[in-house]
Antibody, heavy 118, light 107 residues
Framework: EVQLVESGGGLVQPGASLKLSCVAS????????MSWVRQTPGKTMEWIGD????????NYAPSLKNRFTISRDNAKSTLYLQMSNVRSEDTATYYC???????????WGQGTLVTVSS | DIQLTQSPSSMSASLGDRVSLTCQSS??????LSWYQHKPGKPPKPMIY???NLADGVPSRFSGSRSGSDYSLTISSLESEDTAIYYC?????????FGSGTKLEIK
């Protein structure tokens, strides 16, 4: 059974940095592209970016690429999202996602809530 | 960026009704469109991919179709468990983009 478990969310002050993690199990992590998506309190869904199975290539939403970095550790079956200089508009639930070939966003984690506030 | 316009933004329908939700693309995306169902407290669930293909485990009352740049998710006979927000996603080109969602409720 595919499982994606995010962690690292919480209350963070504006301007701070935060690193989210997603531990994967139930599939061969190193075989698949992975993605991050967030949902704002107003229910807007936003694609953040994705990373190739070997970590050699990433894509980002243009509005986030200067502050967010996606990485992975295939030995640990773990996906990461490094967030820097966070702003109030980064308040959202962040989802870790497994992509199957031809089936985008096939499996989603339960999400981790990030709240940016002073 | 490709914009997806979903309509209506919200709707309510009766049990057993045939319901269609629409997603219109600002540019050609072929069939690279998928649909997701999101219920409170749960992660989004894939329903349709490549415009018309049913995802694993999705009931056959759901279907997807395309007419030009208009895409539809249809529920042939609405059930109470179908209450949710439905989002479309285009994955034809980066950046991937979502529609704003349609909130579906039962009358």
């Amino acid at each position: 059974e595919v499982q994606l478990v995010e962690s690292g969310g919480g209350l963070v002050q504006p301007g701070a940095s935060l690193k989210l993690s997603c531990v994967a199990s139930g599939f061969t992590f190193s075989d698949y592209w992975m993605s991050w998506v967030r949902q704002t309190p107003g229910k807007t869904m936003e694609w953040i970016g994705d990373i190739k199975y070997d970590g050699s290539y990433t894509n980002y939403a243009p509005s986030l690429k200067n502050r967010f970095t996606i990485s992975r550790d295939n030995a640990k079956s773990t996906l990461y999202l490094q967030m820097s200089n966070v702003r109030s508009e980064d308040t959202a639930t962040y989802y870790c996602i497994l992509n199957y070939p031809g089936i985008p966003f096939a499996y989603w984690g339960q999400g981790t809530l990030v709240t940016v506030s002073s | 960026d490709i914009q997806l316009t979903q309509s209506p933004s919200s709707m309510s329908a009766s049990l057993g009704d045939r319901v269609s939700l629409t997603c219109q693309s600002s540019q050609g995306i072929g069939n690279y469109l998928s649909w997701y169902q999101h219920k409170p407290g749960k992660p989004p669930k894939p329903m349709i991919y490549y415009a018309t293909n049913l995802a694993d485990g999705v009931p056959s009352r759901f279907s997807g179709s395309r007419s030009g740049s208009d895409y539809s998710l249809t529920i042939s006979s609405l059930e109470s468990e179908d209450t949710a927000i439905y989002y479309c996603l285009q994955y034809d080109e980066y950046p991937l983009t979502f529609g704003s969602g349609t909130k579906l409720e039962i009358k």
